[in-house]
């Protein structure tokens, strides 16, 4: 299988990047941040503008027509960038809720019993398989209170007595859902390594860049191994759909962006403690993502399910019945 983009494939990734440098550069991110993560509507409607959410609606119902794997190409660029907003309800409920797929509309999801992101903002709450709007929504909201969250950029509300589990959702949406998450904590890893290795080599001790240390050279090898096996996965699992390989997708995605987010921070030294500096908030949203959508788990019991139940190779030992070979036995 051939796991190489095609050149439509990458000037649609290079298209949203460049979009995403005009749109959200450092100086909007942090304006986010000052905001109490509170959305910009005119980004949200230029990213509906740019096709974002209406990616994957047929093109005779005005989407662009394309696919799971395009879209995963999307939301790594939108982890990288640090976009915020709950993006991916919104996409999922693109051709479901009018006005999303325009970015018109803002759609957050319940997800289980977590609190809901975004949630005083949004136009429509997806519970399962119900979509709330009006009234019905109107009292949702009045019934939720806001709780701290670790992000900044990401207000939430915890609603009692609602809660939707992965079932209550039709079809492969949940776990698009999580491979779409799962995308965004490949940017945000793929994003850390940059940020890591560049100050590496800006960095300088006892007249050497920092990157010159072993110690420091180790750090940035392990990011680049944790994101590469973790980008195979979630570009296989977007060409299948399947979910055993979300389940691990979304395992190696997690790791690699909360891990590489912890590491990325060691490098910074005491500087990556900082308010001013940008890591912390790579982490803290790779925490929220990684609880989110499949989480650990979840994703764990799911993948261990799917394990189970594989069938034997053709050929191998086990598919013969036979045993474990006798030592010696090849002279």
Avoid at 3 to 9: E, G, H, I, W
Avoid at 98 to 111: F, I, L, P, Q, S
Avoid at 217 to 245: F, I, N, Q, W
């Amino acid at each position: 299988m051939d796991f190489q983009l095609s050149d439509d494939q990458r000037a649609l990734r290079s298209g949203m990047r460049d979009l995403l440098d005009a749109v959200f550069d450092r100086d909007r991110l942090r304006a986010a941040v000052e905001r109490g993560g509170t959305l910009d509507r005119a980004l949200w409607r230029g990213l509906g503008a740019a096709g974002f959410f209406a990616l994957r609606v047929p093109e005779e119902a005005g989407g662009v027509g394309l696919g799971l794997p395009e879209a995963v190409l999307l939301f790594e660029e939108a982890g990288r960038a640090l976009l915020p907003g709950p993006l991916v309800a919104t996409h999922l409920a693109a051709g479901l809720v009018k006005g999303a797929a325009e970015g018109e509309a803002v759609v957050t999801a319940v997800d289980g019993d977590l609190p809901v992101a975004h949630l005083a903002e949004a136009d429509a709450v997806l519970v399962g398989a119900d979509v709330l709007v009006g009234e019905p929504l109107r009292a949702f909201v009045a019934a939720a209170r806001p709780v701290r969250s670790m992000d900044p950029l990401t207000p939430l509300h915890r609603v009692a007595g609602r809660t939707a589990e992965i079932e209550a959702y039709p079809g492969a949406v949940p776990y698009e859902g999580a491979l779409l998450t799962a995308a965004e904590q490949l940017g945000s890893a793929t994003r850390t390594t940059d940020m890591a290795v560049q100050h590496a080599g800006d960095r300088q001790q006892f007249g050497s860049p920092i990157g010159s240390f072993q110690a420091v050279k180790h750090l940035c090898a392990d990011m680049l191994a944790r994101t590469e096996p973790a980008r195979a996965a979630v570009y296989a699992a977007a060409v299948t759909g399947d979910p055993v390989e979300i389940a691990a997708a979304k395992l190696l995605a997690d790791e690699a962006a909360v891990r590489n987010a912890r590491d990325c921070l060691q490098i910074h030294g005491g500087m990556g403690f900082t308010w001013e500096a940008d890591v912390h908030l790579h982490l803290k949203r790779a925490w929220l993502r990684a609880a989110a959508r499949l989480g650990g788990a979840a994703a764990e019991e799911l993948l261990a399910a799917g394990l189970g139940t594989a069938r034997p190779r053709s050929g191998s030992s086990a598919a013969s019945g036979g045993g474990t070979p006798e030592a010696g036995g090849g002279g």
